[in-house]
């Protein structure tokens, strides 16, 4: 056995850092990626301030960033040991924790003598005996003070002030972190703790041939042709899941327990569901998606007519290349585009022959061949809407309540300003079959972009640090002196988790001038409006959607669409966005108090109003010029001092005017109309 350190051959470890030491299993295959850092730790060990001593492992989950740090601990033999990170991790996890001992007491001895001890973390205990440490998932730390305690850490001649002393960096320390891409909780490694970095590796899925060679070994079992098809499908699964913004993973833990479960005499068909598809997800709709791409593909036909065959008929007609008369067997061609083809005419050097049977066409689940749109379905077979039985369809009566009440209070809105003798109506546009259709194939060719956005953003809505502490604690980050003769040991404190609901309300407002006709800015609008709803209530934030236009006619010179808004519970006011349209002039100053005072009702702490605009306001007879400019600006400051926060998009040829309205820093400037949807969502992101 080793007793030495690779990195440093005059350090002995001890009986217990060796037992501490990961040894690689006879199954174990040494990746490029552990090749790579080997040689490059070693090649810059001794150099001063170029040694390798902090690495970042990052990949999704299941890349074999774990086992590549453990097979480090192999090579340099050096001490493995981890850390894995959470949400509400505080200092003391790092840095260790003073804690209340009971010390033993004279049997004569009637009081109780209370003592506290310094216990040191599992990172302090790497940090100062030299040990190579895996921090794991620090993207999801909340506190910000406790990556700080880390980037001090990871200094190359850093050091951790304790609560008993300060600990020196060992030497031999060898800092590992790991970290996924994209799951749910995942936040951007903080900017400083990775500039402490020396080599990082962007872990993936290996090649086909590594992860059947990698099978292999795990496993024993050795038909390459059916680990070939299980690595396809494990391919194609992770493929689709990441451009359909579905959270689930397909990796190499997946593939080797499916096919263990394979080489164990179970079902590929089923197992396939156990051991991958249900790991990913158990979404119905997403599933749809899954199983429609290896429909598309031909791999679950081909899954299913593999099951048919007993192991030694398989392994003749998988490595059969000859032809024969038998109609029963049937022979799978790979086209030059990856799909699977059946052709009983035609024989391949590289054809896969199997059985047919008479259950052969298509799969057990037939809903994902008819799952093309992954837009929602609010319809039933019969074509009407579904509802839940505590989601009753909101009346016509209430509809028309609702209606006059939004009237009512936008008149009271312009009470005063130098709109009060302007027409107005509010609109409740009606949904059409037409509407719930346009939008259902919007949403879908939102749905990759709008969904992987959710997925990013409602980990940070669980993110708001939190100032109050809770006192009386077991445990904590500040010792409170004056708990000191407490008898329940309840003299820590620290930090109350913070507030999970997000306290962001959005309101969108669109310019519906003639003039938003042109050069596709009326679709660009209704995408963003789509992308904005799709994104807020994914996230459950408070979302109102209103458009407005100005000289309709004489009796209605302000006109207000409210499409979407926070007090209705109507489910189909999303459809109504369909309606956005370029009509007559536009009115901003007044269509600005309306959504305003709205806005102000809201609970949420940040409020913010988006203007999709391509021009100056401009409205009969005479809001216009100089008049329009003051009203805007006015009616801006207004509001601002009520707490609303403003950001125009500028689509139009009036875009340094609508800057000047608005501020520079208040402006997002649009050239290409396409990025609008995606920009819009990017925004609402960073207000949480």
């Not at 990961?22 to 080997?38: F, G, L, N, T, V």
């Not at 059916?226 to 689930?248: M, S, W």
């Not at 370029?582 to 009702?601: E, K, Q, T, V």
Request: with cysteine; proline share 4%; net charge negative.
């Amino acid at each position: 056995m080793k007793q030495n350190c690779i990195l440093s051959p005059e350090r002995r470890l001890t009986d217990i850092e060796q037992s501490l030491v990961w040894q690689k299993p006879a199954s174990h295959i040494d990746s490029e990626a552990e090749k790579r850092i080997y040689n490059e730790v070693v090649k810059n060990w001794n150099r001063g301030e170029m040694k390798i001593s902090t690495i970042l492992l990052e990949g999704d989950a299941g890349s074999g960033k774990t086992q590549i740090a453990k097979a480090l601990s192999a090579d340099f033999n050096l001490p493995y040991t981890k850390v894995t990170c959470f949400a509400d991790m505080d200092k003391s996890d790092v840095l260790g924790s003073i804690l209340p001992v009971l010390s033993e007491k004279d049997e004569s001895d009637e009081s109780d003598t209370v003592e506290y001890k310094y216990y040191p973390s599992e990172i302090v205990r790497a940090y100062e005996n030299g040990w190579l440490l895996e921090i794991q998932e620090p993207t999801v730390i909340r506190d910000a003070a406790v990556l700080m305690a880390l980037n001090s850490a990871l200094e190359p001649d850093g050091s951790l002030n304790l609560p008993t002393r300060i600990a020196r960096r060992h030497p031999d320390f060898v800092a590992v972190i790991t970290t996924n891409r994209g799951y749910n909780g995942y936040r951007p490694l903080n900017e400083a703790l990775r500039d402490r970095v020396q080599h990082a590796e962007k872990l993936d899925l290996p090649p086909k041939e590594v992860m059947i060679e990698r099978a292999q070994a795990k496993t024993g079992y050795k038909n390459e042709n059916v680990l070939f098809i299980l690595a396809d499908t494990i391919i194609l699964l992770d493929e689709t899941a990441r451009a359909n913004a579905i959270k689930g993973v397909a990796g190499m833990r997946s593939y080797i327990f499916w096919a263990d479960a394979v080489a164990g005499g179970a079902s590929m068909r089923s197992s396939l569901y156990y051991k991958v598809l249900y790991k990913i997800t158990t979404d119905p709709q997403e599933l749809a998606i899954l199983e429609h791409a290896l429909s598309s593909l031909g791999l679950i036909d081909l899954i299913d007519s593999l099951d048919k065959l007993e192991e030694s008929e398989l392994d003749n007609k998988l490595n059969s290349n000859s032809s024969g008369d038998n109609p029963e067997v049937m022979e799978l061609n790979m086209s030059e585009n990856g799909e699977y083809e059946a052709e009983a005419d035609k024989s391949g050097n590289n054809a896969i022959r199997m059985r047919k049977s008479a259950d052969s066409e298509g799969h057990s689940d037939t809903s994902s061949d008819k799952t093309t749109d992954v837009s929602s379905n609010d319809k039933v077979e019969n074509g009407t809407p579904f509802y839940h039985e505590l989601d009753k369809p909101v009346t016509d009566e209430e509809k028309r309540g609702f209606r006059k009440k939004l009237n009512k209070e936008a008149r009271k809105s312009v009470h005063g300003s130098c709109h009060e003798e302007t027409k107005l109506i509010v609109h409740r546009p009606e949904v059409t079959a037409q509407y719930r259709e346009e939008y259902g194939r919007m949403a879908a060719e939102l749905r990759p972009v709008i969904m992987e956005l959710i997925r990013k953003t409602n980990p940070l809505l669980e993110h708001e640090l939190s100032a109050e502490f809770a006192k009386s604690q077991l445990y904590g980050t500040k010792f409170c002196a004056e708990k000191a003769a407490s008898v329940d040991f309840r003299v820590f404190a620290r930090k109350r988790p913070p507030e999970e609901e997000p306290s962001l309300a959005v309101a969108l407002r669109i310019d519906e001038s003639a003039s938003m006709s042109a050069f596709g800015r009326l679709e660009a609008a209704r995408q963003a409006a789509v992308a904005l709803y799709e994104f807020c209530t994914g996230c459950g934030i408070p979302i109102m959607v209103y458009g407005d236009t100005a000289d309709r006619s004489k009796l209605e010179q302000m006109s207000v669409y409210a499409y979407v808004d926070f007090e209705s519970r109507d489910a189909d006011d999303k459809y109504a966005l369909m309606n956005i349209q370029a009509r007559s002039n536009n009115r901003d100053g007044m269509a600005l108090r309306i959504i305003g005072d709205r806005l102000i009702n809201a609970p949420q702490k940040t409020k913010l109003i988006i203007s999709i605009s391509d021009g100056q306001p401009k409205a009969m007879p005479d809001y216009s010029g100089e008049k329009a400019v003051r009203d805007m600006k006015d009616t801006l400051q207004e509001y601002r001092r009520k707490g609303i926060q403003f950001l125009a998009a500028a689509i139009g040829q009036d875009k340094e005017d609508i800057r000047g309205l608005y501020g520079a820093e208040n402006t997002l400037d649009i050239d290409d109309l396409k990025e609008l949807p995606s920009r819009l969502v990017q925004i609402i992101a960073r207000f949480l």
